[in-house]
């Protein structure tokens, strides 16, 4: 018998063997969750975010987000403005004039009910998008965004400037940290315990009071995770921003239960 036969051998004995009961290996801590406060996770979320170029306002109240988000809109001489099918952004909007129906001071697009009656290169010539965060990852300064249709995943990229509305208990220290939950979403498995709470140690509800559950993960969505405007550089170390993303990306984070 040849080497390769007895290879070859070896190799089918191992695949018609039956399974032991092995024990899976013991995952490393890599990113332990720590006691930290929601102070300081909101502070690490600001210096990452604006380490990348991002902006983050910090807000009393979804009243206050309202308004400093439509001055910043003005200011910008934003127009056309793509708002994302998402509990908090509705309930934060509500609360400006300019938002509100019958309102001209913007021209306000809002996920079809059909996919085809909306295209891209119309929502290319939005000037901005008011999105809606599922989680706050402070070590990164990163967003995680649950979208289930492509007018909400473009709302992510195609206009120049991002507003997106959070509040302080989507924090998290890092993905580690949401993971659990995130897999409770796709799983469509909701429950009562999730990760710990900041500085307290007791159970915080996977599903944060703020995170509409009723987006359709399971059957056609996705999570993305958004860190910064777009910054591209080519060879000769050129930086340009706005290319494969916003330009501007402005998180507007409300105080819990506000």
């Not at 899976?24 to 990113?31: F, K, R, S």
């Not at 991002?162 to 220290?173: F, G, H, I, K």
């Not at 996705?222 to 706005?242: C, H, N, Q, Y």
Request: net charge negative; glycine share 6%; with cysteine.
């Amino acid at each position: 018998m040849s080497s390769r036969d007895k290879i070859l051998g070896r190799i089918r004995a191992a695949l018609n063997a039956v399974p032991g009961s092995a024990a899976m290996p013991v995952t490393p801590d890599v990113w332990p969750a720590g006691n930290v406060s929601c102070a300081e996770l909101l502070r690490a979320f600001e210096n990452s975010l604006a380490a990348v170029g991002g902006e983050t306002v910090v807000c009393r109240s979804r009243e206050d987000a309202a308004q400093r988000m439509e001055a910043l809109l003005k200011e910008l001489h934003a127009k056309k403005i793509g708002i994302a099918d998402r509990k908090i952004a509705a309930e934060t909007l509500a609360h400006a004039d300019c938002f509100r129906d019958g309102a001209t001071v913007f021209e306000r697009f809002y996920t079809p009910d059909v996919a085809s009656d909306f295209s891209p290169q119309t929502m290319a010539t939005l000037d901005a998008s008011v999105i809606g965060a599922e989680y706050l990852l402070a070590d990164t300064g990163s967003v995680v965004v649950a979208s289930a249709t492509a007018f909400g995943r473009m709302l992510c990229y195609l206009p120049p400037i991002c507003c997106v509305v959070a509040t302080e208990r989507m924090l998290r220290e890092h993905l580690p940290a949401a993971w659990p939950e995130i897999c409770q979403r796709i799983k469509g498995e909701p429950t009562d315990e999730g990760a710990l709470r900041p500085a307290t140690g007791a159970l915080r509800p996977a599903t944060c009071p703020d995170i509409d559950p009723n987006v359709p993960i399971q059957d056609r969505g996705e999570f993305l995770i958004v860190t910064g405007p777009s910054r591209t550089a080519d060879i000769e170390k050129i930086l340009v921003m706005g290319v494969h993303g916003p330009k501007r990306l402005v998180v507007f984070v409300v105080a819990d239960g506000k």
